[in-house]
C-alpha cells in the first residue's frame, strides 16, 4: 500500500467514525447549555432568548427524552428570595422552552446544585439538560 492510500484509508475511516459508523457504539451523553441573566433579573435577554431557541432545536434533534431545567438565583440577599429568583428564572426558560417547541410533558425542573458543586458561575443562570 502506497502512503497515499494509507492516508486516504487513515481518512475514509475517520469519516466514517465521525459520521457514526460502527466504531461509534457508545451511549448518548447528557448535553447541557446555561442560560445567563443579570442581577435580579428573570426576564430573558434577546440573546438568552436565541440561546433557547437552539437548545429547543438540539432537543428536537437529538430526540432527547426529557429537558431538565435548574435556576439559580444571585448567590446574595435574603435566602428565599435568592431561591425565588431562581424559581423565577427557571419559569422564565421554561416558557420560552415550550413556546420554542418543546413539549411541556418534556420539561421537567431541577434543583440547582450547591454552589461548590456547580459548573462554571453558580450564579445568575439557568442550566438545562438535554437527557438522552
Do not use: C, N
Not at 35 to 42: H, N, Q
Not at 61 to 89: E, F, T
Not at 106 to 112: H, S
Amino acid at each position: 500500500m502506497s502512503p497515499r492510500t494509507g492516508i486516504a484509508a487513515s481518512m475514509l475511516l475517520w469519516a466514517a467514525l465521525l459520521l457514526g459508523g460502527e466504531a461509534t457504539a457508545q451511549p448518548p451523553q447528557d448535553q447541557q447549555f446555561v442560560v445567563i441573566f443579570g442581577t435580579d433579573k428573570s426576564a430573558l435577554t434577546p440573546e438568552a432568548q436565541s440561546v433557547v431557541r437552539l437548545i429547543a432545536a438540539q432537543a428536537r434533534m437529538r430526540h432527547s427524552s426529557a429537558v431538565a431545567v435548574a435556576g439559580y438565583g444571585d448567590g446574595i440577599g435574603d435566602p428565599a428570595q435568592d431561591a425565588a429568583l431562581g424559581k423565577a428564572r427557571a419559569a422564565a426558560v421554561r416558557r420560552a422552552l415550550e413556546a420554542a417547541g418543546v413539549a411541556p410533558a418534556m420539561l421537567k425542573e431541577t434543583p440547582p446544585l450547591p454552589p461548590d458543586k456547580a459548573v462554571g458561575i453558580p450564579v445568575h443562570k439557568v442550566t438545562v439538560t438535554l437527557e438522552p
